[in-house]
C-alpha cells in the first residue's frame, strides 16, 4: 500500500530540498513498521514533546518537556536525532550534541515566541541595561540564546530565576506571561519582553470560569504560558510534565486543562479514570486549543525525514558555541529538577 503526501510539498528544507512530489510513502501499519525499521538502520532516536500529534508520541522512543528533551538530546548515542517538536527544540539538540545529525520532520514547525524575538532586538534590550542579566526562556532561536547568561524551561524557571544574583536587575525574554508569572512567584522585579504564546493567550478567563461553575468539583490547572487572569483562576500551574504528574497523583477526579490539547493524549494514559475537560478559548466557533505548529508534524513526514536525512539543522559553529554557554548553565543550575 502506497500513497504520495502533497501535504508536505510546502516545506522549506534547512538543509538540502526534498522535493516530495511523487515521493512514494507507505501508509497504516507499514507506515509504523517502516519508521521502526528506519530507526533501526539509522541508529536513530525518536525524542517527541507533549504536544505532538498522538501517533507520533506513540512511536517516539522519549517523549517528555523542553527540559527533559533537552538532557535526552544531550545524552544520547543514537548516530541521528529525529526531533518531534519545533524548530528551536531541534535546534537546541544540535548545539547540544553537535556530532549528531538532528532531523526535524518539517522546518516550518516554528514557534510565536522564538518568532518574535530575534538576538538582534534582545541586544539592543541588553544594551539599554548594561548591568542586567538576560534570562531567556528555551523558546527562542539560536542568535536569541547566544545573546543571554542564562537559558530557562517552565520546569526550572522559577528555581533559576531565584538563584540570579539579587543586586542584578534581570530582563527576562521572550514570554511576558510566564516573565509575570517569575516575578510574583520570586518577588523579583524584571524587565519584560513584550511576548507571548499564541495558543495559551488565546484562553479565555470567562469562559474557563463558566467552565468551573459547571464543574463545581474540577480543578483548573494551567502552564504559565497563559495569560495573568487565567493564572489567578488557577488551582495548579505548572510546566507540561508537572501538569501530568498533578494530573496522575492529585485526588481530584475531574480537570480544566489550560495548554495545548496535545497533552491529553498521555494524560489520558496517565489517569485513564479522571474526567480531562479542555480549556476554552476567546473563539467560540472553536473548542480547540492546538498549536498548528507542533501539528506540521505527521507520521509520513518524520518517515521522510528520516529516510532522507533533511531536512537537517545546521548551525554555524561560533553561534553554537554562544547558544551553548547559556544552556549549559540552565542545566547546572537545575540538577536537582527531574
Ligand atoms: P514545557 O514542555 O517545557 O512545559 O513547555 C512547552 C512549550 O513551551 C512548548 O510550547
Ligand atoms: Fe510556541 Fe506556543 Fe506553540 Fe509552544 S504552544 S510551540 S510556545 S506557539
Not at 538582534?120 to 541595561?129: A, H, V
Request: proline share 5%; with cysteine.
Amino acid at each position: 500500500m502506497k500513497d504520495t503526501l502533497d501535504t508536505a510539498v510546502d516545506q522549506m528544507p534547512v538543509k538540502g530540498f526534498l522535493d516530495l512530489k511523487g515521493l512514494e510513502i507507505p501508509t497504516g501499519d507499514d507506515l509504523i513498521k517502516a519508521i521502526l525499521d528506519l530507526k533501526k538502520e539509522k541508529n536513530a532516536v525518536i525524542l517527541a514533546h507533549y504536544y505532538q500529534p498522538g501517533p507520533i508520541q506513540d512511536i517516539a522512543d522519549f517523549l517528555g518537556d523542553s527540559l527533559q528533551l533537552a538532557r535526552q538530546a544531550k545524552d544520547t548515542d543514537a548516530d541521528m536525532i529525529a526531533f518531534c517538536g519545533v524548530h528551536f527544540m531541534a535546534e537546541a539538540a544540535k548545539i547540544l550534541n553537535p556530532n549528531k545529525k538532528v532531523v526535524l520532520p518539517d522546518t516550518l514547525a516554528g514557534c510565536s515566541l522564538a518568532d518574535g524575538c530575534s538576538g538582534e532586538g534582545l541586544r539592543k534590550m541588553r544594551e539599554k541595561y548594561p548591568n542586567a542579566l538576560v534570562a531567556t526562556y528555551i523558546n527562542c532561536n539560536a542568535e536569541t540564546k547566544a545573546e543571554s547568561d542564562i537559558i530557562v524551561t517552565s520546569s526550572n524557571a522559577e528555581t533559576i530565576i531565584e538563584a540570579l544574583p539579587k543586586d542584578r536587575p534581570v530582563i527576562f525574554a521572550p514570554d511576558k506571561n510566564l516573565g509575570r508569572y517569575l516575578s510574583k512567584k520570586t518577588g523579583r522585579d524584571m524587565i519584560l519582553w513584550d511576548g507571548s504564546c499564541i495558543v495559551h493567550e488565546a484562553f479565555s478567563m470567562e469562559r474557563i470560569a463558566k467552565q468551573l461553575a459547571e464543574h463545581p468539583n474540577a480543578k483548573l490547572i494551567a502552564h504559565p504560558e497563559s495569560e495573568s487572569p487565567v493564572l489567578e483562576l488557577a488551582h495548579f500551574i505548572g510546566s507540561t510534565s508537572a501538569l501530568l504528574n498533578y494530573v496522575e497523583k492529585d485526588d481530584c477526579q475531574e480537570f480544566i486543562i489550560a495548554t495545548e490539547e496535545g497533552i491529553l493524549h498521555e494524560m489520558k494514559k496517565r489517569a485513564p479514570h479522571k474526567t480531562l475537560i479542555p480549556a476554552l478559548v476567546f473563539d467560540e466557533s472553536c473548542n480547540c486549543s492546538e498549536c498548528f505548529y507542533m501539528k506540521r508534524n505527521t507520521l509520513e513526514k518524520l518517515y521522510l525525514c528520516m529516510k532522507y536525512e533533511l531536512p537537517e539543522i545546521i548551525i554555524d559553529e561560533e553561534l553554537r558555541l554562544k547558544a551553548l554557554k547559556p544552556i549549559e548553565a540552565m542545566l547546572e543550575l537545575s540538577k536537582s529538577i527531574k
